[in-house]
């Protein structure tokens, strides 16, 4: 039976725990994650991984090549530490993408798992909202001056999170009011709770995200975009309100937007070039410029960025020119890992971008394809390259990003099988 295993044990119950763990422990989330990812590959993976290799081949293939690249070039690089702490553990992804293809195979499964992760993210949001007006959230942690991290603490990372889940969640939740026969309607409530919560959080660019989810959900779900104008504009109404009321954020979304875009405004007259963030952009490009190739290594970006010959550029901030990543995923590839590793990162990318356009017809129907095209969007919102973002080689970004890839496959598995009955 799928599940039991030696000694009676079902440790894949722990994957029900990972939204949890996405925002209470990210110790626990990896924790998690390595240990039924080491179960799954000692006492499965024969029977299962085969079925998983059968309908996945080509992403497999793609995979591994980046997976060897990665490992190969830092060796060459002599960047050792890297290789042994992160570098040679980074294939848990791939037993994790096909330990969620195998666990939740089961229509029952799948259903349970996103009931619960829509609970949770419902709860965030209503959490944020408490921290804004009464200063500290329902587990006690205060407000970190105008900006809400709620169940996050002091770590300000709830919109971004909230923004790569945005796909995967709304199309979650339109699955199951449409399979349960219950108003869209109620679309409209949860549209404008979301999205407000993302704005109280002050994450700028995870708003930019979150509203771009929406636009596409717009594109997508013609039946919805009534609901979406309706829920939008309530909460520019609400937004402008806040904004006018409060400093903090009106800094936050409106002053410092334009300082950062290099818009010309009574608050600077500086360009983009001249901010934190483009620095970092020049100094990442004077990088790239130098070697093209194979990059400087994993890891490397932060202890390379401060060297002379990579400030070569004109900007008012070129003395804070570095950080600890480029703060965007293809410049910390490409200058990480060279054109080589950008082009084979691409390559794995390509399969469920193929796999989504080739079954768009299907996306007006009330099956997976809905739970399909969701986790497709977070996939999209997290890969765009047209924004600033955490680093891809983090063990908790990481995390999100294959999840999604994970459902994305899952659910493209599903629409097959209802294709062939």
Not at 122 to 130: G, S, W
Not at 204 to 223: D, K, P, Q
Not at 407 to 417: H, M
Request: proline residues 2%; charged residues 15%; glycine residues 6%.
């Amino acid at each position: 039976m799928i599940g039991k295993f030696k000694g009676n044990i079902n440790i894949y119950y722990a994957l029900y725990l990972i939204p949890l763990f996405f925002v209470f422990s990210k110790f626990l989330l990896d924790f998690t994650i390595s240990l039924i990812s080491l179960h799954y590959l000692i006492y499965n993976r024969e029977i299962h991984f085969k079925k998983f290799y059968k309908f996945n081949n080509r992403f497999i293939y793609f995979f591994l090549i980046f997976w060897i690249y990665l490992v190969i070039s830092n060796i060459f690089l002599e960047n050792l530490e890297i290789v042994g702490k992160k570098l040679i553990f980074y294939f848990r992804f791939l037993i994790l993408v096909a330990l969620i293809n195998f666990y939740f195979d089961k229509s029952i499964r799948i259903e349970f798992f996103l009931k619960f992760f829509i609970c949770l993210i419902l709860l965030l949001q209503f959490d944020i909202i408490f921290q804004h007006f009464f200063g500290f959230d329902i587990l006690g942690y205060p407000k970190s001056g105008p900006r809400s991290g709620g169940f996050f603490g002091d770590e300000l990372i709830a919109g971004g999170f909230l923004s790569k889940v945005s796909g995967l969640y709304f199309f979650s939740t339109i699955y199951f009011l449409k399979k349960n026969k219950i108003s869209l309607n109620y679309l409209i409530f949860l549209f404008f709770i979301f999205i407000t919560s993302v704005f109280l959080t002050g994450e700028r660019m995870a708003l930019v995200l979150s509203l771009f989810s929406f636009l596409l959900i717009f594109i997508l779900l013609g039946e919805i975009r009534k609901i979406i104008v309706f829920s939008s504009s309530i909460f520019l109404i609400v937004s402008f309100v806040i904004l006018i009321n409060n400093e903090g954020l009106y800094n936050r979304h409106i002053k410092q937007n334009l300082i950062q875009l290099g818009i010309k405004n009574k608050y600077s007259s500086a360009s983009f070039a001249d901010s934190h963030y483009g620095a970092i952009f020049l100094s990442t490009y004077e990088m790239i410029k130098k070697k093209p190739i194979i990059g400087y290594g994993v890891k490397q970006f932060r202890d390379q960025c401060g060297s002379k010959e990579f400030s070569n550029f004109v900007s008012q901030s070129k003395k804070i020119r570095c950080s600890t990543h480029p703060h965007n995923f293809i410049l910390e590839i490409l200058v990480e890992t060279g054109l080589i590793g950008l082009f084979t990162f691409l390559l794995f990318l390509y399969v469920p971008a193929s796999r989504f356009l080739k079954n768009i017809e299907t996306l007006k129907n009330n099956d997976y394809s809905l739970l399909n095209l969701g986790a497709f969007i977070s996939f999209l919102i997290i890969i765009w390259p047209l924004k600033t973002s955490g680093s891809f080689f983090n063990n908790y970004n990481s995390i999100i990003f294959w999840f999604i890839i994970s459902f994305a496959f899952l659910n493209y598995k599903k629409i097959s099988e209802q294709k062939n009955e």
